[in-house]
């Protein structure tokens, strides 16, 4: 009986536990690129106001890995409101290269918002994180 009881008491103790880890995996699918030279750099982020480079941000994550078109694994996310910019970086210099403001390299956004002059808002790539794991599908634009 003394060992039922501790079982017991136990229970909710490992139900806490599975309800406070909350957080789930998150990963894109990147498609378009017109080569796998070069890095990704991604910014995932919650911050509108630190969308879409991540700097300053310090909650935002920062990834540099290879360029490969399919599936890319960022991580576990903790619930809430998200936004994903990567540059494809061909050239491994570690920044987004532009011609008269023009990028030279891809560009590419969660949710594949429009994207006329600068980058899209927060709000047109947000995505939400919520109990289940999350892929975002992103087409990776060139312009030059």
């Known amino acids: 009986m003394k060992g039922r009881a ?3 008491a136990a229970v909710p ?8 880890d ?3 995996p998150l990963s894109m699918d990147v498609q378009g690129l017109r080569s796998s030279r070069g890095n990704f750099l991604i910014c995932v982020t919650r911050q509108a106001d630190h969308f879409p480079d ?3 941000d310090p909650d935002g994550r ?8 399919g599936i890319v ?13 990567i540059i ?3 050239n491994g210099n570690g920044k987004l290269d532009t011609l008269a403001g023009i990028p030279r ?3 590419g956004f969660s949710r594949n918002p429009a994207i006329r002059f600068g980058a899209p808002s927060f709000r047109s790539a947000q995505f939400a994180m919520a109990g289940a794991a999350v892929r975002q599908d992103i087409r990776v634009k060139y312009f030059l």
């Not at 103790?13 to 406070?20: F, H, I, K, S």
């Not at 920062?62 to 078109?69: E, Y």
């Open 54 to 56: 991540c700097r300053g």
């Open 88 to 90: 494809h970086d061909e």
């Open 105 to 107: 390299e891809g560009v």
């Open 73 to 85: 694994p960022l991580g576990r996310m903790e619930p809430g409101t998200y936004a994903i910019a």
């Open 13 to 20: 103790l490992v139900m806490g536990a599975a309800v406070a």
């Open 22 to 24: 909350q957080a789930q």
């Open 6 to 8: 501790a079982m017991m």
């Open 62 to 69: 920062h990834f540099t890995v290879p360029a490969t078109a």
